[in-house]
């Protein structure tokens, strides 16, 4: 049974399931807002990898490749734990960690290029290009996903 007073604050059970239930609220929207921000440092780490190249000035490339790709990689491991608790979809949980993978073979793939392997060796690291689309990609996918679940 639920009393409400004057100011409509639920008493007994009614409130009870609303306080167990502000936690995971809170966490889909956490984790909504941090696909956000994870869609940015995605574009913000494309900008300075583009920045560190056309630019000539190799600071972007220092923070291309040391900080903002940290961010890129933890961040969903993050957001992987708050969905979990949210209640986010198992798909988009997976979506969310292969984020992550994709940061690693971003540094996999640069390895011939750190080795100075010649020929068809080298060209693998090409795809380090090709890889950030994919990691893009996922992003927007997850964006898209939390703008229809209206977290």
Known sequence: MLIVSSNDVP?????????????????????KVGIYVLVAS???QVMLAGMGIFSGDATYLVWHANYNSVIVFVLPLLLFGIG????????????????SGLVILQSVLLIPYHMDAPGLLRAVAGLHAVNALFIFGV????????????S
Do not use: C, H, K, N
Request: a positive charge.
């Open 11 to 31: 008493y007994g059970l009614a409130a009870v399931e609303r306080a167990s239930d502000g936690p995971r609220r809170l966490a889909a929207q956490t984790y």
């Open 42 to 44: 995605v574009l913000i």
């Open 84 to 99: 979990r608790y949210a209640g986010v979809d198992r798909r988009t949980l997976w979506l969310t960690v292969s984020v």
């Open 139 to 150: 992003a927007v996918q997850l964006l898209e996903r939390v703008r229809e679940r209206g």
